[in-house]
T-cell receptor
Framework: DTEVTQTPKHLVMGMTNKKSLKCEQHMGHRAMYWYKQKAKKPPELMFVYSYEKLSINESVPSRFSPECPNSSLLNLHLHALQPEDSALYLC??????????FGSGTRLTVV | GQNIDQPTEMTATEGAIVQINCTYQTSGFNGLFWYQQHAGEAPTFLSYNVLDGLEEKGRFSSFLSRSKGYSYLLLKELQMKDSASYLCAVRDGQAGTALIFGKGTTLSVSS
């Protein structure tokens, strides 16, 4: 298995909803990442998990809450989002100091 | 911090060669990556340089000069399907193992 799987592929949520994005990989990668990408912009780093521990939080608002239950799973819990949070959310994984694999992303629309 | 610069847009014709440049400034350089991204899709890995010199991979080559903070991606025998965004990304020690992306270069290939 050489893929990073993200679910759901599309999500529409209201500003009072709570939802979660999921990311899964079975390549034995010990580093996992969340990126946010707006249209025609590059991916922006949000969070880095290394060996299931949060190592970097790029000043992301608390309405985004990451969780790494085990070495294969990464979640992003969403609560009280704003319309400007609408974007493509990309998950990636890597061996430490090695190549990166990106998931196909979750396209999030906040209404 | 990091500063990664690449041209916003480039155009070329089928069968031609195009070179996309990337300059960077980082405090803890640990590798440079090139990714291709079609609209609405995840970035896909093209090349990786950590030492100075040229890495060749089929129609794609990438060059790195660490002393100049400079890289380029060379695409040969361009095809229409090469129309995409090309992202230069740097692994910087300040961001742990994460990739930090430049703004991307949108390449349009015409017949």
């Amino acid at each position: 298995d050489t893929e990073v799987t993200q679910t759901p592929k599309h999500l529409v949520m209201g500003m009072t909803n709570k939802k979660s994005l999921k990311c899964e990989q079975h390549m034995g990668h010990r580093a996992m990442y969340w990126y946010k990408q707006k249209a025609k912009k590059p991916p922006e780093l949000m969070f880095v998990y290394s060996y299931e521990k949060l190592s970097i939080n790029e000043s992301v608002p608390s309405r985004f809450s990451p969780e790494c239950p085990n070495s294969s799973l990464l979640n992003l819990h969403l609560h009280a989002l704003q319309p400007e949070d609408s974007a493509l959310y990309l998950c990636a994984s890597s061996q430490v100091n090695n190549g990166y694999t990106f998931g196909s992303g979750t396209r999030l629309t906040v209404v | 911090g990091q500063n990664i610069d690449q041209p916003t847009e480039m155009t070329a014709t089928e069968g031609a060669i195009v070179q996309i440049n990337c300059t960077y400034q980082t405090s803890g350089f640990n590798g440079l990556f090139w990714y291709q991204q079609h609209a609405g899709e995840a970035p896909t890995f093209l090349s990786y340089n950590v030492l100075d010199g040229l890495e060749e991979k089929g129609r794609f080559s990438s060059f790195l000069s660490r002393s100049k903070g400079y890289s380029y991606l060379l695409l040969k025998e361009l095809q229409m399907k090469d129309s995409a965004s090309y992202l230069c990304a740097v692994r910087d020690g300040q961001a742990g193992t994460a990739l930090i992306f430049g703004k991307g270069t949108t390449l349009s290939v015409s017949s």
